[in-house]
């Protein structure tokens, strides 16, 4: 979209809509008391909920088959219903959305939550530069042992027949063994505040209610990310190849074979700081990524927001999230930004999101087989 061109508001529809009740006698503030009903306050709201939620709900629901992501519960967090809920009670004339059931997106710098699906955010060459600068700088990760162990948090779209769209939480530890053998083990997510973050690591060694699968090596190499070396050339050509990508031009369709290939990686390995600058360098040559500037992450992390539009996608905007501390990824986020025929979600809205809560080298192979 040109920045330039000015973008549709709904405060002008919902304008519209309070002259006209205006006109036929309603009154421009809806409240219990105007319709005849008893002032609640918010401690009694709380205890209504309360009494029903005392746990989030877990229901079973039709997941389309994905390669890596494959989910298999809904839950409900406490902290949203109550969100939804008092959100209306202020609020009469807001309008039900996919914000109701999805994490609401981030705001950042340059791109408020409101004007995400079309702010352009600015050049982001010299923010990578300056992030594969900081991350250059950062000492090695520690060798405790020869085995990977990556933590996130994620939540997924999941999609049923009716085209209602679920976000769906999941916390996955993935142990990479020395071998090249994997072994994940997930459990249901932790419900957000209504900001959106409040994610953490499990501290349960042992958590209850847990699936765990194994993957056989298959020819996975264990220390492909330790050979990629810290050559910006080097490091893009490995990221192409990998991904298969058969244009090697400057421009859109590369930008989103190296974006992927980058996030593949992070899933998966302990990411040692040069090769994360090396991955910063790379993107930075790709006109197609925009800085997005300062944001708080889904763990209350400070990130830099590093965005593009796929073109093959144009109905998302991908953004990975950056520390400025350390140059190491903290998350990435696709966000929805045009109608999708496939999706009855309202734009912007959270499509899903990974969160890094930890990368380490460790001597556990993970859950017993």
């Given amino acids: 979209m040109n920045p330039d061109m000015t973008p549709p508001s709904a405060d002008d529809e919902l304008g ?3 002259r006209e009740a205006e006109e036929l006698g309603m009154p421009g503030e809806i409240t219990r008391e ?9 401690e009694e709201i709380l205890a209504r909920l309360k009494s029903r939620l005392n746990e989030p709900t877990a229901v079973p629901i039709a997941v389309p088959t994905s390669s890596r992501r494959q989910i298999v519960l809904r839950v409900v967090g406490f902290a949203a219903v109550i969100a939804g809920v008092i959100g209306l009670l202020v609020n009469p004339w807001h309008q039900g959305s996919a914000e109701a059931d999805t994490p ?44 990977q162990l990556v933590v996130t948090d994620n939540w997924f779209i999941a999609l049923d027949d009716s085209r209602d769209a679920q976000l769906i939480p999941k916390q996955r530890e993935l142990w990479l063994r020395s071998d090249g053998s994997r072994q994940a083990r997930e459990v249901s997510g932790r419900p957000l505040a209504p900001d959106g973050r409040g994610l953490r690591a499990s501290k349960t060694s042992r958590p209850s209610g847990a699936s765990v699968e194994t993957y056989p090596a298959e020819g996975l190499d264990a220390q492909y990310i330790s050979k990629l070396g810290t050559s910006t050339e080097t490091v893009r050509t490995a990221l192409l190849d990998r991904g298969e990508c058969e244009d090697r031009d400057v421009g859109p369709v590369r930008a989103s074979c190296l974006f992927q290939e980058i996030v593949s ?43 593009f539009i796929p073109i093959d996608a144009p109905q998302f905007r991908r953004v990975l999230i950056i520390s400025p501390q350390n140059g190491q990824l903290l998350g990435t986020e696709d966000i929805l930004i045009k109608s999708d025929p496939n999706v009855d979600l309202r734009t912007p809205a959270i499509y899903g999101f990974t969160a890094i809560l930890s990368a380490q080298y460790t001597h556990d192979r993970g859950p017993t087989d």
């Fill in 265 to 307: 990686l992070h899933d998966q390995y302990v990411v040692p700081p040069d090769t994360a600058a090396a991955f910063w360098r790379v993107l930075a040559a790709e006109p197609t990524m925009r800085s997005l500037g300062a944001v708080k992450d889904r763990a209350g992390r400070q990130g830099i927001g590093i965005s």
């Fill in 34 to 42: 105007s319709v005849g009903l008893p002032p609640v306050t918010a």
């Fill in 16 to 18: 519209m809509l309070r």
């Fill in 104 to 147: 609401p997106v981030l705001d950042y710098e340059f791109a408020s939550a409101r004007n995400i699906a079309y702010a352009p955010g600015e050049d982001a060459a010299s923010t990578l530069m300056e992030l594969a600068s900081t991350a250059h700088k950062q000492p090695s990760v520690p060798q405790d042992g020869p085995h």
